[in-house]
């Protein structure tokens, strides 16, 4: 069982993470319209992690005999100004969701609640990733010069990221 506070932190989780999907697949979007394949197929395959993120909550939720309440999602942003930028913002996204899943665990924490707490532990885990992959990619962005021929090769390079 559960509190009735830590399952609205939870549903509100769920949010969180369906909006992080919905924002990279704005973001395939956005590199789809300006022909950037390889970073439209990245953040496709991120948008579905995203919402795989999701349903973990929402399965969670059910197995501790707690009640799924979705919400409305954000409407994300759509246009940026450069692949760059575009890598920027998830970065600094994901740093929010980490600052959210640690909040979750604080909850968890203070509330005794060994459940949640343990199957926190597996988003604790895959914020550090999360951040870091991205981090890594925006190395990579301010390592090469900002012409086209670098971008190029970033594009290829992402566009073959394993699912
Ligand atoms: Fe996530
Ligand atoms: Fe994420």
Redesign the pocket.
Known sequence: MISEKMQKALNDQINAELF?SYLYLSMAAYFESENWNGFAAWMKTQSGE?YDHAMKFYKFINDVDAKVTLDAIEKPKTEWKSPLQVFEEAHKH?LY?TDRINKLVALAIQENDYATNLFLNYFVTEQIE?VSTVAQIVHKFNLLSDNKTSLFLLDRELGMRAK
């Open positions: 992080s995203e994901e969701i999360e």
